[in-house]
């Protein structure tokens, strides 16, 4: 597995960088050579934060760890546990994909018992239809404040695309937009 680095307010050194390169070690038996994984540690307040993800090539899958922690290499293996669990929940999910058989070594990935597949089956509860109205992006932000939901779905005045504004755990806002 091929890892990049990347650091925000924090300063990356090599021996870091080694570190968590070990403890990420543990996911190579479950990824072939050509799987890069994007590692960004940064530092928050007093705690430090990792944040680990792995697109599975070809597929349009995503695994991705987000930890919080007083010590960086105990957020990395917090990251590190979850995207093991994800590995093992989704196995059979993901080896349906076309493509992720290329990238992934299921033979490594224990199956998860029967019980634990029951609790994690999606149940679509509700199906709500909702009239998407054309405005601006700032419209939009104005509009799911007063609703106070943390996303909005609305349609671009500008790019005529569907699109999602939502709030960050920054504090500030996002926007998905579709890409073709």
Known sequence: MKVTFYGKNINLRENTKLDVQKKLSRLDKYFSQDVEAKVTLSQE???????????????????????????????VDACVAGLVSQIRKYKTKLEKKRYASESIRFSAIEDVPKEEVAQDEHDIARVKELE??????????????????DFFLFLNMETESICCVYR???GNYGMLVPKR
Request: no cysteine; charged share 25%; proline share 8%.
């Open 45 to 75: 307040g007093t705690s430090m934060r990792a944040e680990i993800t792995i697109p599975i090539p070809g597929s349009g899958t995503i695994l991705r760890a987000d930890q919080h922690d007083e010590n960086l290499l105990d957020a």
């Open 132 to 149: 998407v109205m054309p405005m601006s992006p700032e419209e939009a932000i104005d509009q799911m404040e007063l609703l106070g939901h």
């Open 168 to 170: 960050r755990k920054a």
